[in-house]
């Protein structure tokens, strides 16, 4: 039978692959159906599709972890720290298939690719009405190698798409521009209409869930297959339902209750879940709204957070310039499948219940996104957490900060920061930000001088909306001046403190506060030590206390011009003053006018000299852009399998170690195995740039491999940062030398660790850097699903300790030296690997061995085929060239 059915719209017929020929279908969840759609689009045959589609109805069912399908995403989202390498390995892979006799235009991407420069900008400059332009001019003085060759790529690789540095992040412009809800192509003269779904990069990817873009990210490699034409091999995720009622009160923002879906799904536990929100409370949040609680996913752990389609999607998408036909389109292939926003009976794993209305104004930290503080209760949790880490709060340290002798103590905040990812996506927060400034400058209160102040709008039409609503100069009066287009502060972007703070962070523990999604240890500056996430009204508060330790309740800002008292209640906007200052000022001639040249770049951009080519002319004097490794000595067959023994533990931590921990990110050390790298190929420390800008330079990666400062080896205890003990001759050294000397030796090396391994970004690094430094296996006892996945796509063996195990239960030291049991995965075809539990024996130092067992975490016979091709760019670097 045909799997295809009639759609009409706007005048005209199009095919759609309706879900309601699923039987139970109507029960699925809103982001079932969207698989099922895909399946029965993508799939070979008309079994293969009614195959997987039932498995998803089964799942859905059953509300429990499904069977196995293969899911093909419309498009693929890059930003330019993770976009660079997914390129280096395209031109790499491009260069291999050249070399095992293939044609290297056979490596192209075969679905839409869109990539925004948006990670590199740093906020060397803040607090002046030049900071913008100062920053851009070393953007590119620091980036022009990587960015000519972003220009060749964009010019080289077909169905490919680059937005310029200075225009906005990839998830606002992702929501503002590329999404369209409903998608559509020609297929047997026809056309076709489908969802709209997406993967990036960037774990934030699940923004656009906000407008129902089914979205999530993944790492670089899982993208790059992706491109290339092949499906995500995934299982059918359990779902989780979040029933919205009420709305929410005076003063609340979306923020707060991203910070909330934080900690009660945390709490719940669900990792690699599906979550979609539903109920009457949902009609009562803006889509900017649903598109900054989605965007703080991550942080929670779950795949998605996803919002149906409703009249609030469709005024965003008319607002944002989509054309009265696609906007019916989106309208009717919603109500046809079942997207559209109703109280039907859908069945979920789970429901949890969230009355809007008991949301209140909070943050969140020091460390972890969902460590929630309620905003009123805020100095009192601060000294809490100053009181846990036996900090004296007596102890004050005497700056000169602008001529002004001043005594600090511990949470003296060093950085305040507006940024771009989770609040600017939302305008009501915007907006709400820049009246507090204004409020306060009119009143004559002032930032406190020891904090950087920094604003980073996600995209050109936030920064024209606070400057046409009269709201840039209040900000710019306090020091939040505009520092740029990106990410910055999210991401460790900050840019030095000044440097008189910078002097202290060893005497008392600086605070930042920004609105962001990450406040890990060490990820938003190496000099401070407790981080607080809040809308951005809150950082513009914060910027005026200059310290955690203060009392909005109790405690004025400080006094206007007539000597009176003002506390923040008093400048504090109105919901009314916010959707007043919208509804003059947020119109889709802004948005239009906002999205002009979006493709130009600035002359700078423009006067980048590239010519495109089948190959890429590689560098080997680069520090920037150097060939990949992964194909080095490959043949179309595959390598032996072998069993892991001898090995070694080159890292041994505990619970809740982040990609930030093991991924380099962030600005490069000057005593680290990287700054030796660059320094002696004649690199000045002040071009050194950061890990996340010279990720298509793999020697410096490797070297910055478990180097976040943060970083506590039980290798080496006593130390923090990347250090570790060789277990050759017992001497501790940084983790790259101990790795060498491994690798010299010929003995693999595993990690040991806790729960959650690998929680927070898609870094592919990651993955990437173990691999680089001998890493052959991970034990821990979990995993956060899109590390898991890219361990895999390295080709790096992921083991789960049995249920009530651990590192601590079975007494293991990491001075063991293991051995572990072999895995067959077969001859590179799809099947399950062989054993599913492994039986591991660690033999200590004196002869005793400890034996214990371990889960190969290896769920899916696809997962099984990239391990046994040594990874997936493997895999499917030889499946193209047998293609040919």
Request: hydrophobic fraction near 40%; charge should be negative; include cysteine.
């Given at each position: 039978m045909s799997r295809t059915d009639t759609l009409k719209y706007a005048g005209k017929t199009c095919e759609i692959y309706p879900v309601g020929s699923v039987e139970n279908a109507e029960r699925m969840p809103y982001t079932l159906r969207i698989l099922i759609e895909n399946v029965l689009r993508e799939a070979d045959t008309s079994e293969d599709a009614m195959l997987y589609a039932n498995r998803i109805v089964e799942a859905g069912l059953s509300g429990v972890q499904g069977g196995e399908i293969e899911y093909m995403p419309a498009r693929v989202l890059l930003q330019d720290f993770t976009g660079v390498p997914v390129f280096v390995d395209l031109a790499a892979m491009r260069q291999s298939a050249a070399d095992l006799g293939g044609d290297p235009n056979a490596i192209n991407p075969q679905i839409p690719l869109d990539l925004v420069i948006d990670h590199?900008?740093?906020?060397?400059?803040?607090?002046?009405?030049?900071?913008?332009?100062?920053?851009?001019?070393?953007?590119?003085?620091?980036?022009?190698?990587?960015?000519?060759?972003?220009?060749?790529?964009?010019?080289?690789?077909?169905?490919?798409?680059?937005?310029?540095?200075?225009?906005?992040?990839?998830?606002?412009?992702?929501?503002?521009?590329?999404?369209?809800?409903?998608?559509?192509?020609?297929?047997?003269?026809?056309?076709?209409?489908?969802?709209?779904?997406?993967?990036?990069?960037?774990?934030?990817?699940?923004?656009?869930?906000?407008?129902?873009?089914?979205?999530?990210?993944?790492?670089?490699?899982?993208?790059?297959?992706?491109?290339?034409?092949?499906?995500?091999?995934?299982?059918?995720?359990?779902?989780?339902?979040?029933?919205?009622?009420g709305k929410l009160s005076e003063g609340v923002s979306a923020m707060d209750v991203a910070l909330t879906f934080a900690k009660i799904l945390r709490a719940k536990g669900v990792v690699g879940c599906f979550v979609e929100c539903f109920g009457d409370g949902v009609a009562t949040l803006s889509a900017t709204q649903r598109a900054c609680i989605a965007n703080m996913t991550p942080e929670y752990g779950s795949t998605c957070t996803f919002f149906p389609v409703d009249e609030q999607t469709l005024d965003y998408l008319?607002?944002?310039?989509?054309?009265?036909?696609?906007?019916?389109?989106?309208?009717?292939?919603?109500?046809?499948?079942?997207?559209?926003?109703?109280?039907?009976?859908?069945?979920?794993?789970?429901?949890?219940?969230?009355?809007?209305?008991?949301?209140?104004?909070?943050?969140?930290?020091?460390?972890?996104?969902?460590?929630?503080?309620?905003?009123?209760g805020a100095r009192d949790a601060f000294n809490q957490i100053c009181e846990a880490r036996n900090l004296d709060m007596g102890k004050t340290v005497t700056v000169d900060?602008?001529?002004?002798?001043?005594?600090?103590?511990?949470?003296?905040?060093?950085?305040?920061?507006?940024?771009?990812c989770t609040t600017a996506t939302d305008p009501a927060m915007m907006v709400a930000c820049g009246l507090i400034a204004k409020k306060a400058a009119d009143c004559g209160l002032a930032a406190k001088p020891w904090v950087k102040r920094v604003l980073a709008p996600g995209s050109h039409a936030t920064q024209m909306l606070l400057e046409r609503a009269g709201l840039a100069e209040g900000l710019g009066a306090l020091g939040f001046n505009l520092c740029g287009f990106g990410c910055m502060s999210c991401i460790g972007?900050?840019?030095?403190?000044?440097?008189?703070?910078?002097?202290?962070a060893n005497d008392i523990e600086l605070t930042s506060v920004l609105s962001g999604?990450?406040?890990?240890?060490?990820?938003?500056?190496?000099?401070?030590?407790?981080?607080?996430?809040?809308?951005?009204?809150?950082?513009?508060a914060y910027a005026l206390t200059g310290t955690m330790d203060f009392d909005f309740e109790t405690q004025p800002l400080g006094t206007d011009a007539q000597g009176g008292e003002v506390y923040l209640r008093d400048i504090w906007p109105t919901d009314a003053e916010v959707q007043?200052?919208?509804?003059?000022?947020?119109?889709?001639?802004?948005?239009?006018?906002?999205?002009?040249?979006?493709?130009?770049?600035?002359?700078?951009?423009?006067?980048?000299?590239?010519?495109?080519?089948d190959l890429f002319a590689?560098?080997?004097?680069?520090?920037?852009?150097?060939?990949?490794p992964y194909f080095d000595g490959m043949t179309m067959g595959l390598d032996e399998a072998k069993a892991i023994t001898g090995a070694r533990v080159l890292v041994n931590v505990r619970d809740f170690i982040t990609t930030d921990h093991i991924s380099p990110a962030g600005s490069i050390a000057a005593n680290s195995p990287a700054a030796a790298y660059l320094s002696e190929r004649g690199i000045e420390p002040e071009m050194f740039n950061t890990y996340g800008s010279r990720r298509g330079n793999h020697e410096v990666?490797?070297?910055?491999?478990?180097?976040?400062?943060?970083?506590?080896?039980?290798?080496?205890?006593?130390?923090?940062?990347?250090?570790?003990?060789?277990?050759?001759?017992?001497?501790?050294?940084?983790?790259?030398e101990a790795a060498c000397n491994y690798m010299d030796a010929g003995i693999p090396t595993v990690v040991l660790a806790g729960k959650m391994y690998g929680s927070g970004s898609s870094r592919d690094w990651a993955a990437k850097a173990p691999l680089l430094l001998g890493v052959k296996a991970v034990f821990a006892e979990s995993f956060e699903r899109i590390h898991r996945s890219n361990l895999i796509g390295m080709g790096i063996l992921p083991l789960q300790f049995i249920e009530g195990e651990s590192v601590d239960s079975l007494g293991l030291t990491g001075e063991e030296t293991f051995a572990i049991e072999f895995v067959d995965y077969g001859t590179g075809m799809p099947t399950l690997p062989e054993p599913r539990i492994v039986h591991v024996t660690a033999e200590k130092e004196d002869g005793s061995v400890v034996e214990f067992q371990a889960t190969v975490r290896v769920d899916t016979p696809t997962e099984g085929a990239y391990m046994a091709h040594g990874g997936i760019l493997q895999y499917v670097l030889r499946n193209l060239v047998a293609a040919e």
């Open positions: 590199s900008v740093i906020a060397d400059s803040a607090g002046s009405e030049d900071s913008f332009r100062c920053n851009m001019a070393m953007e590119f003085k620091r980036n022009a190698e990587r960015y000519r060759f972003l220009k060749w790529s964009q010019q080289s690789f077909e169905n490919v798409r680059i937005v310029p540095p200075g225009v906005g992040i990839c998830h606002q412009i992702n929501v503002e521009r590329f999404a369209q809800g409903v998608m559509t192509r020609q297929q047997d003269g026809g056309e076709v209409a489908y969802f709209d779904t997406v993967v990036g990069t960037d774990s934030h990817t699940t923004t656009a869930n906000g407008i129902a873009v089914l979205s999530w990210g993944v790492g670089g490699i899982e993208a790059e297959a992706a491109c290339l034409g092949q499906p995500i091999t995934t299982l059918v995720p359990k779902v989780i339902g979040i029933h919205l009622t008319r607002l944002t310039g989509r054309s009265d036909e696609q906007i019916e389109l989106v309208e009717a292939y919603a109500k046809a499948q079942g997207l559209w926003s109703t109280d039907a009976n859908r069945v979920y794993s789970d429901v949890i219940e969230l009355d809007l209305g008991t949301v209140t104004r909070s943050l969140a930290g020091p460390s972890r996104p969902h460590d929630q503080i309620p905003f009123a900060a602008d001529g002004e002798q001043v005594e600090l103590t511990h949470g003296a905040i060093a950085i305040a920061a507006v940024t771009s972007n900050s840019g030095p403190v000044w440097p008189y703070m910078h002097d202290i999604n990450r406040n890990f240890e060490g990820r938003i500056s190496p000099d401070v030590s407790q981080n607080f996430l809040c809308a951005p009204a809150g950082v513009v007043a200052v919208l509804d003059e000022y947020l119109t889709a001639e802004l948005f239009e006018e906002a999205a002009e040249g979006l493709y130009e770049g600035t002359p700078a951009w423009q006067e980048l000299d590239v010519e495109p080519s590689w560098d080997e004097d680069s520090t920037y852009v150097r060939r990949a990666m490797a070297r910055g491999g478990f180097g976040n400062v943060k970083l506590r080896n039980l290798m080496a205890e006593g130390t923090s940062g990347g250090w570790t003990r060789d277990l050759t001759d017992g001497e501790v050294k940084s983790i790259y």
